[in-house]
């Protein structure tokens, strides 16, 4: 029976992202639970280099593809390569985030290896063994306790609720590098244009900090003050699920239900009432916030703070005021 | 072209959840069923895409207890031709498992598209349709907002972490819907009568042993209650205080 | 008697609640202060059916009867008051009233139009001088040669200034009394004897056009009646014992849409440490609006079902529905409006409007009172 730990490295652009950090510092614990290894998997082009930094955050070993042609994710080839490079490892759990990338390779390498998989778990636990995982459903409603039956079991974690711990500079992880034979079968699905994101625009799944509208702006105009105050924070601009449908804002930016989960540090919901299905997308995040006129808002039960006012009064002055106290 | 849209039965998103005597399931009791509203939209894209081309057959499968089949009969009122009912009232939550069985009856259907939703708001897994194609070994691709199809490919929009992705692929493929995807029609009253008469097919379900087990369900951790911390813009120092000193959120 | 909904009315009452919550609900209260009534609402609703449930399939009804029709009603009304009027308008008034006492060629020629919207429809009974009081009405069609040449007014009429066709009783020999009345169907627009006027000051159901008619000599051709020549009052009562369920169904939908609106906010709501819901005072409200939707709804669906079982003037079980989903309408409202308290009293909630609304449903139809005429009238000839 093996007791690694498979971690799926997300990378973007030959970069790391921090969402794998997350994932090795959780790997490495269940491994030290399972007697066994931290190994992590770098799939991409231009990996190589930058591997052995996921030692910092608890890797004991990193296991890279490297390949021009993996240059832009695709389930098919990174699925490939994954499931090859997992299937050699003998691992007890593969991890992943559970974000664009991961939830398509974990369902690829669960269907790929016989794995049962749990998915956007927020919480773990070494038990009997094993590990068991907590994870949300019923769009958060309720919270489930999943135990595995057999190995290896595929977990994927929410973004953002397992901070990774600073990484330790004099930590170095061994990297080995494993040629992958790969044919046109391995990219039946061709990425022909990739329409870029607007440059500067923070994606609300990576924010720590979200301001997000709901009804209660009124409008895309509405918008703007939240926008500066965005802006000042380096937050990123989410919205209820009203204002998407009554186009004001993209759905990109949609958080709840049928849109976003997010948990970032702070969440500031301007405007917006509180209904299930937004707070199932938000409800996790540290600390929140919420601006409403209505002082009967639903939002005001599940905020940590909030003030019962006139959002286009509050919200610019508290631009303000954070300009004044913070700079 | 043949389309087969695999949907299930979920419960409604306004419910209250509550947790049933054993711990391990919830309560039905006054729990309103719904299509799991992803699914909602690969229904109302693969009947869009049959009136497009003025041909085609539109088949839902469903893995679910007999009450899926009342779920069914509303895509049939949207416009689906036919479907398949495989019978399974374990509520496992193993998606593989789950997946295995809707492969193990894929794999006797003949398609073109197989269309998902992207999850199923129930356990929120969103595996199902990328699991199902690798086991049938399909290309798939997730959470498409476009699809178009011709001259035996698809071309799909999606967003990804990178922006909007534009893919092509040969079918057969497997798409999983993302909201965005369309806008699904209300069924027209004449159409829930005739989806009486439409052929429904039950099979018992070849679901393996799950590989996982549900130790129990809990409520969200409650968050200690927050306070107000004022009206209007004079309480905006008050709050900026606190977010910084207390919750250290600055 | 087996008191479960088939799953095809479970997924029509579905339509209706995601129709209203999704087309109707997100612009309602900007509609409801502009008085605005959106055309593309009404033209979907008719696209999807609702207008069809008691017409024939050979006239682009879709048969699924007065039930159906009458669980779609309340959907729309639980959120709308207003957007119930259609199914009247357009259905179980003169869509309904042309099928069983039209010819043919009339048939043919409005019935499809209404059911799918694309005539808007009308009955226009009540005068400034007549409402009760039918048979007073003074309105004339004076017969010539090519037609006949109406005059008089007719007041309170839901889309007078919209309509594309109307019902129109009016007295053709004032001498053989109730029984000289006729019933026409004109066409309102492109006639230069008929002038409407929108009537602004209804104290509720906004999105709902009401207006006046005047004829002024209006010419209206020979094929224009309905029926035969006196046959108006009988139709007309006729007609008022469908038209009557609609507003019933009106009624329990708002009594629905009042108890649960106050159920959500007793919940939330907290004085004293609690929510109001554990305030044996507010249970009392609440219970007391819960039991009156009930037995409307029950009343509204026993009439109806009469109806699909091919008891058309089964004017008792009508009345009974009506004249207590009224009062039930009315009641939850005003206990509704107690639960919210001062929110109650505010326009950004949406009990006062159910207030407002609910009122007119005691006076429209035929007024409580004579719903009380006739189901004494019908219970002491028994």
Known sequence: MGNNVLIFAEQLGGKFRSVAYEAICQGKKMAQGLGGKAIAVAIGSGVEAVAKDLGQYGADKVIVVDNAKLKDFTVDAYGKAFAEVVSKNDPAVVLLAATFQGKDLGGYASAALGAPLSSDCTEWASQDGGIQVKRPIYAGKAYVTVKFNSQPAVISLRPKVFLPDAPDASKSAEVEKIDLALSDDDFRSVVKEIIAKTAGKIDVTEADIIVSGGRGVKGPEGFAALEELAGLLGAAVGASRTVVDEGWRPHSDQIGQTGKVVSPKLYIACGISGAIQHLAGMRTSKCIVAINKDPEAPIFSTADYGIVGDLFKVVPALTEEIKKTIG | MNIVVCVKRVPDTETKIKIGGAGTKIDPAGVEFIISPFDEFAVEEAIRIKEKLGKGEITILSLGPAEAQAIMRKAYAMGADKGTHLNDATECQDTLAEAQALAAALKGMQFDLLLFGKQAVDYDNGAVGVQVAKLLNIPVVSRIIKLDVADGKATVERESDMGKEIVEVKLPAAFTAEKGLNDPRYPKLMDIMKAKKKPLEEKPAQLDAPKLSIVKLDYPPARPPGKIVGEGEEAVPALVNLLKNEAKAL | MKFDFTEEQKSMMEVGRDFAEKEILPTQEEDEKSHHFRKETFKKMGELGFFGCVIPEKYGGNETGHLCAALLTEEIGRVSASWTLPFNMQMWGPAFTILNHGNEEQKEKYIPALVNGDLIGAFAITEPNSGSDVAGMGATATETDDGYILNGQ????????????????????????????????????????????????????????????????????????????????????????????????????????????????????????????????????????????????????????EKDQGNIGNTLSVSTAKYYAAEAAVNASGLAMKVFGSYGYSSEYPVERFFRDAKSLQTVEGTSNIQKVIIARAILSK
């Open chain 3, 154 to 305: 007719k007041m309170w009429i839901s889309n007078a200034q919209t309509a594309d066709v109307s019902l129109v009783y009016a007295y053709t020999d004032k001498a053989k009394k109730h029984k000289g009345i006729s019933c026409f169907l004109v066409d309102m627009k492109n006639n230069l004897g008929i002038k409407t006027a929108a009537i602004e000051t209804k104290l509720g159901l906004f999105c709902a056009p009401t207006g006046e008619i005047a004829f002024e000599d209006a010419k209206i051709p020979k094929s224009a009646l309905l029926g035969q020549k006196g046959d108006g009052f009988k139709i007309c009562m006729w007609q008022l014992n469908n038209t009557r369920l609609g507003c019933a169904a009106r009624g329990v939908g708002i009594a629905r849409g009042c108890h649960e609106h106050a159920i959500k906010y007793a919940l939330e709501r907290t004085q004293f440490g609690q929510p109001i819901a554990e305030f044996e005072m507010i249970q009392d409200q609440l219970a007391l609006m819960y039991v009156e939707y009930e037995a409307a709804r029950l009343l509204v669906l026993k009439a109806a079902y």
